[in-house]
């Protein structure tokens, strides 16, 4: 059983940045592929990156502006948002789920997930 804790969001302006972290614990981390998707008020969950061993994508509203890395030697993942947008804000969960080679980056795919972080950028 993995669990995730997400630390960060908060409030910004256009055009500003923000780092988001996962820590995970109860698993082997670097086994993990690690994902951030995010929901916005009245919307759908959207996926926004994912990445698994050396693989990375996004989703194309927010390629060249974030970018997700991890940490493996501190069971951590991270997103940093830079440029944000109005359109960004959502809450922002990170999810994980076994690499089991494929890139999956629907969230019904995702077994575990974090408690979600809100993210508000004002214009």
């Known amino acids: 059983q993995v669990q995730l804790v997400v630390f960060g969001g908060g409030l910004v302006q256009t055009g500003g940045s923000l780092r988001l972290s996962c820590a995970a614990s109860g698993g082997t981390f670097s086994r993990y592929a690690m994902a951030w998707f995010r929901q916005a008020p009245g919307k759908e969950r959207e996926f926004v990156a994912v990445i698994r061993s050396d693989i990375i994508y996004y989703a194309d509203s927010v390629k060249g502006r974030f970018t997700i890395s991890r940490d493996n030697a501190k069971n951590t993942v991270y997103l940093q948002m830079n440029s944000l947008k109005p359109e960004d804000t959502a809450v922002y969960s990170c999810?994980?789920?076994?690499?089991?080679?494929?890139?999956?980056?629907?969230?019904?795919?995702?077994?575990?997930w974090g408690q979600g972080t809100q993210v508000t950028v004002s214009s």
């Open positions: 999810a994980a789920r076994s690499d089991d080679g494929i890139l999956y980056i629907t969230s019904g795919r995702f077994d575990y």
